[in-house]
């Protein structure tokens, strides 16, 4: 299995705080992902980094910011956390884009927001 | 707007092939037929890709027509730990977009 792991991996909180959710790989991929899954929707792509400090929004991106200062981490941060953001959080990664490439995913973080 | 089409759900008996059809008239002649699935609540799990060939591997084998129009992802030996959501996805680059899938039922 490669080696994602995501952090938490379950969270309550309360709406207006702030969250942080944290993605870490061991492969040294260059690509890294935020998804989210509601029932209904399948996976919405979040955000995305395709290297150090490079990110950009994906689908569903308002309400989230991300950063990644560091190949191996990608963090996922929820300013003020609303009800909507309830869901199912994965982080995915890929070792190279052009779409002949495989993604990995994470087990998923389920947040809470009340 | 979903790039595939999918049958919400199919039943498989277990020992036997499953047989999952996928419908992507619009793709692109750059574009991959990507196939993952999910098991419960599991994050996705990576299964196949290919472009115009078919491909197997040591889960499965992916059939693309000739038009590349549609293509069938075949589970040769289904068991039961086979059942969960099946996405077929069709990239070009590195932004999947999950569609709602198939739910596979493998039963004894």
């Known amino acids: 299995d490669a080696g994602i792991t995501q952090s938490p991996r379950h969270k309550v909180t309360e709406t207006g705080t702030p969250v942080t959710l944290r993605c870490h790989q061991t492969e040294n991929h260059r690509y890294m992902y935020w998804y989210r899954q509601d029932p209904g929707h399948g996976l919405r792509l979040i955000h995305y980094?395709?290297?150090?400090?490079?990110?950009d929004k994906g689908e569903v991106s308002d309400g989230y910011s991300v950063s990644r200062s560091k190949t191996e981490d990608f963090l996922l941060t929820l300013e003020s956390a609303t009800s909507s953001q309830t869901s199912v959080y994965f982080c995915?990664?890929?070792?190279?884009?052009?779409?002949?490439?495989?993604?990995?995913f994470g087990q998923g973080t389920r947040l809470t927001v009340v | 707007d979903a790039k595939t089409t999918q049958p919400p759900s199919m039943d498989c008996a277990e020992g036997r092939a499953a047989n999952l059809p996928c419908n992507h008239s619009t793709i692109s002649g750059n574009e991959y037929v990507y196939w993952y699935r999910q098991i419960h609540s599991q994050g996705p799990q990576y299964i196949i890709h290919g472009l115009k060939n078919n491909e197997t591997n040591e889960m499965a084998s992916l059939i693309i027509t000739e038009d590349r129009k549609s293509s069938t992802l075949i589970l040769p030996h289904a068991t039961l730990r086979d059942t969960a959501v099946y996405y077929c996805?069709?990239?070009?680059?590195?932004?999947?977009?999950f569609g709602a899938g198939t739910t596979v039922t493998v039963r004894a």
């Open positions: 996805i069709v990239e070009g680059d590195y932004k999947l977009s």
């Open positions: 980094s395709y290297g150090v400090k490079d990110t």
């Open positions: 995915a990664i890929s070792e190279s884009v052009g779409g002949n490439t495989e993604a990995f």
